[in-house]
């Protein structure tokens, strides 16, 4: 053992661990400890990798010792249990002003609690998300940390030499608040890429049955979006899925391939906390049900039976109807983004995090799923205004808005009619129309929950709160000022 010769250290060498393990030993001035609860794992990873210069540790004892302090340890474990394992363990050997990272993908609320409690013994703790999978890992991802300012001091140069690195230059790393900020942005970030997913699957499927074309001639309409405003890692992929073909069958792998779509559960956990915060994000809530729908084959089976509106659907224009597609897509998209950040400031206010959110939309730019040029604009419009309520009413994209919705509306009439599911399309655009609309039938709700309930109702002309004395008949009507 080489006694504190490492600046950074990593727990748990499966797939992430040793992938972030390497590319932490790949930049300038880092000396990598590593540990696996069990050996073979670290003995494989120094094995493979001597030009890495790892340096092994076999107890905790012997990672701490071989760690210059402050003692910076990330962890890579398993999520839950084994996450609290470890920082039990760690917390016996470091000492104050340690660092404690976890890199895993941890729900938030779970690192707000172990953040106060490792804090209590002096030691930094910082909830990492860290997003682009293994691949990510190895090449730069995009990190999301929180925790104090005390350790992002340490941490920040280390975390910014291995991150995913934007066309301008700029690491996809910044501080992103206290305690579990980093996890929250990270889980809404996962809840925005369950939307664009979804919404480029309903373009990709009312496409196909309203103009006949194949998988690989929708492939090339997405490579051709990909070089416009839609253009991201989600189209490119999309392009090479769909171009895809399965060599046993020599069918367009997407036929082969069963259609029950699996979650981890952070598109679920989005959606739980927009709840609790009273959010609407409901490009991201449909496009988790859409996954739970596809997921019950038993439903679907006996649902079979239910009609459907019994016309062939053809559309007229193919082309002009993959270009109202392409603008419904990029419609709904906004929106969806939108509703994101917006949970991300309301988070923010509940959880008294101070979020950037411009700074958020740039560590996007690279080394995450849901990379994209359009992140600049969003970046943007958080530069012009820090502020801003709704991303969706920022130049850009109020204009892209405008001069979408109309396609956006024959498309989503065009689905309604042919019976196809476009729940994410057709919930954001529900959502635009709810969001503008001078006047809600929330009035007729608030009249309702005074009736059965006393919940009482304010007026628009004049202060207070009321409560109308409802008489049996309904022909007595009297309002209180109960203010
Ligand atoms: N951001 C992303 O894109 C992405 C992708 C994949 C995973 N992740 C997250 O990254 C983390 C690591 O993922 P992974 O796929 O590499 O590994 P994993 O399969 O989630 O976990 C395996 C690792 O956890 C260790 N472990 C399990 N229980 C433990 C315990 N009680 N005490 C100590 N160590 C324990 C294992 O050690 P042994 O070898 O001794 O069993 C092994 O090193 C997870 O939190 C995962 O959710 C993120």
Redesign the pocket.
Known sequence: MNAAAANIGV???????SNLARNLASREGNTVAVY???R??TDELVQAHPEAGFVPAFSYEEFAASLSKPRTAII????G???D??IDELVKVFEPGDIIVD????YFPDTIRREKAVRETGINFVGAG?????E??LNG?SIMPGGSDESWVTLGPILKSIAAVADDGEPCVTHIGHDGAGHFVKMVHNGIEYADMQLIAEAYDLIRRGTGRTPAEIADIFAEWNTGELESYLIEITAEVLRQVDAETGKPLVDVILDQAGAKGTGAWTVQTALSLGVPVSGIAEATFARSLSSHPEQREVARVLPGPGTEFQVDDADGFVEDVRQALFASKIIAYSQGFDEIRAGAAEYNWTIDLGAVSKIWRAGCIIRAQFLNRIADAYAEQPELPVLATAPYFADALTRGQAAWRRVVIAATQAGIPSPAFSSSLAYYDGLRADRLPAALVQGQRDFFGAHTYKRIDKEGTFHTLWSGDRTEIEAEDTH
């Not at 860290?130 to 293994?134: H, N, V």
């Open positions: 727990v748990g060498l499966a797939v992430m661990g696996n609860r069990s073979t794992k890579m474990v398993k999520a249990g084994p996450t394992a470890v890199g895993g993908n941890a860290i997003s682009g999978g293994e990510g890992a991802p």
